[in-house]
């Protein structure tokens, strides 16, 4: 989706309470207005909704993987299994080839020219910018005209919505969906391609053949790829159930509601491929619109706008212009490409959802996710993890950390793993506030084993550091070994966009670690210090 409420992203950590380098405060629940609701809010509809198993199918739960509460299909209450194999099957290795029969590609400005006209004629009052090839997001809007800062734009009318309220040209197949009580996210996947296989008799027509062919998203990437390229960022594994997720609500879709109306939904529609298009179309451009309700919508026109980190201007409603809106932050010339914001993201969720990575340091909201776990030899190994999972916590949880700071649930972690058997009636307190859940105090300090908490994380970072070091030493003399121009023109980029984000990701990881050493080691000579005072004293007594 194209806009996104970062902070309530179901990928990511909702409500850390950060601390930062190097005093430690803490910044709480700082909630950001959304926009491009994109792939965060995907994430909580599959496991919220549809899938009720499949949270519990995530071995190394991240920090707020869980974060979603459970709703269930009304007329389907059993568990569904959702069978994805890990290794390169013909489902995830034939994804990189295979195009759905619609769309186009958007190195060009096919089809866009009958997108706008067909949008003026349907309600989209005069705009001042136009559709365009741009430097930054290949297809983009570029100002016609001056625009000044604190302008609005857009004013899409209501009527140009996607919904999951929008009439469907097969009257029969919103009907079926609508009797199972399908939520959004996968009622809005089924409609786009019931509408995209409609063709002209769909009213979207103009606005489907102008969507991306092969919408940029992890989603296309092969698992071979994603363990080829990923393998020392957290965010192959976010990937990894994101395609989960995609081929169990498809699979869903098809055993319960597919298979009984086949001539409403045959296979040659509805199958794994035209799922991985529609659900990469959704988490790239869906919006989330917060003044109405939170209400999530395909707003035609308003999808083009490419993200850019400098610029803190977010998609909405307007009740006053009653229309999709939003101000600009800054001023455009004509000719410059004017952007929005998708929310305050890291790299590895823009790369999840909308297939790019900023440039370096671009991305004052980027972060890594550092994972920590329980030593299997801790004597209390078994109170910790009793105590970890009564507040919905693993032995290995991961803890976004960020060039500014972590979050003080991180510490806790931290502290709960190295705290001796002395302190096991803390446990369930240090357990607490290592969870993003629990609203008790979360700056807690045991300066008796501050050390060695900090340098349990020191060493979490350093293990993930030296996989990013080996990842980026190798990519040097990466995917030389394939046949095709086509083949090898792909690789490259995929492998860009890995060395991008893995650079990103161990840039935070060197400035984590630089704090922690820095802060041993004061600590470390401040004991020293008072080590000697204290024999200095003692000698004078003697
Ligand atoms: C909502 S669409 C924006 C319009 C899109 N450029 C198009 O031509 O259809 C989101 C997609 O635009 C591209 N995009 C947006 N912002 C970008 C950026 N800053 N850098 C590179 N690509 C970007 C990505 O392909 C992303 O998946």
């Known amino acids: ?20 380098f190097p005093a430690f405060p803490s910044l709480s629940d700082k909630v950001i207005p959304s926009q491009f609701p994109a792939m965060a809010e995907a994430s909580r509809i599959f496991h919220s909704t549809l899938f009720p198993t499949l949270s519990l199918q995530l071995s190394k739960p991240c920090y707020n993987s869980h974060v979603y509460p459970s709703l269930s299909l009304k007329k389907a209450p059993r568990p569904v299994q959702c069978s994805v194999s890990t290794s390169e099957t013909k489902s995830t290795s034939s994804n990189a080839t295979q195009e759905v029969p619609w769309g186009c590609d958007i190195d060009s400005l096919e089809n866009a020219e009958a997108l706008q006209k067909w949008l003026s004629n349907s309600g989209l009052p005069p705009q001042k910018m136009a559709i365009d090839k741009v430097a930054v997001g290949e297809r983009g809007l570029v100002a016609l005209k001056n625009i000044r800062k604190g302008e609005k734009l857009l004013f899409v009318p209501p009527s140009l919505f996607i919904t999951a309220d929008s009439e469907w040209s097969s009257p029969e197949a919103g009907q079926v969906l609508k009797q199972y009580s399908v939520p959004d996210w996968p009622l809005l996947a089924t409609y786009l391609i019931s509408e995209a296989s409609a063709q002209k008799s769909s009213r979207w027509c103009n606005y489907i053949s102008a969507l991306p062919r092969q919408p940029y998203s992890l989603l296309y990437w092969t698992r071979a790829e994603l363990d080829r390229y990923l393998e020392a960022s957290q965010i192959r594994q976010r990937a990894i159930e994101r395609v989960t997720d995609v081929i169990g609500t498809y699979n869903d879709l098809r055993l319960r509601i597919f298979s009984k109306y086949p001539d409403i939904f045959p296979e040659e529609v509805f199958n794994m ?9 959704l988490f790239s451009r869906l919006v989330r619109l917060p003044s109405m309700d939170g209400k999530v919508a395909l707003v035609p026109w308003a999808d083009m706008l490419n993200h850019s980190c400098e610029v803190e201007t977010f998609l909405d409603y307007d009740k006053s212009s009653q229309g999709v809106v939003f101000t600009t932050d800054r001023a455009y010339q004509p000719g410059e490409q004017v952007f929005i914001s998708y929310g305050k993201k890291s790299n590895g969720e823009l790369l999840l959802s909308y297939g790019f990575v900023p440039k370096e340091g671009a991305n004052p909201s980027d972060s890594v996710e550092l994972p920590l776990s329980l030593k299997k030899s801790d ?7 009793e105590a970890l999972r009564k507040h919905g916590l693993s032995t290995s949880q991961c803890y976004p950390i960020q060039i500014t700071g972590w979050p003080l649930e991180l510490m806790a972690y931290a502290y709960l793993a190295v705290s001796p058997p002395s302190m096991s009636k803390q446990f369930d307190e240090i357990a607490a506030a290592a969870s993003n859940k629990s609203t008790i105090k979360k700056d807690l300090r045991y300066p008796d084993i501050e050390e060695k908490a900090l340098q349990f994380i020191l060493d979490s970072c350093e293990s993930s550091i030296s996989k990013y070091s080996k ?4 990519s040097g003399s990466m995917d030389l070994d394939v046949t095709s121009p086509k083949q090898l023109n792909r690789r490259v980029f995929l492998k860009q966009l890995a060395v991008d984000l893995c650079t990103s990701e161990q840039r935070i990881l060197f400035r984590a670690q630089y704090i922690l050493r820095r802060r041993l080691r004061d600590m470390r000579s401040g004991e020293l210090r008072a080590l000697r005072i204290f024999d200095g004293l003692r000698n004078i007594f003697k």
Request: hydrophobic letters at 40%.
């Open 273 to 281: 491929e035209t799922f991985r298009w529609s659900f990469g179309i």
């Open 471 to 474: 990842f980026l030493q190798a």
């Open 379 to 385: 004597k209390c190994y078994k109170e910790k993890l």
């Open 1 to 20: 989706m194209i806009t996104v409420e970062n902070d309530q992203s179901p990928i990511r950590a909702s409500r850390l309470e950060f601390s930062s």
